[in-house]
């Protein structure tokens, strides 16, 4: 019984990783976009300042 408890909490803990990870990663992913995102429209802005 207890081995089959091991398991279980085991097994969840992998589904748990399986999800938040990719989560995580994408959450990263965002942030980064959205910060690069920033820099370009300014550089856009300056482009268009000295033209």
């Not at 965002?30 to 920033?38: D, N």
């Amino acid at each position: 019984m207890r081995a089959l408890k091991t398991v279980a909490v085991a097994l969840g803990i992998t589904l748990g990783a399986l999800v938040v990870i990719p989560l995580i990663v994408l959450a990263g992913l965002f942030v980064w976009l959205k910060l690069t995102e920033e820099d370009d429209e300014d550089s856009l802005e300056l482009d268009q300042d000295g033209a």
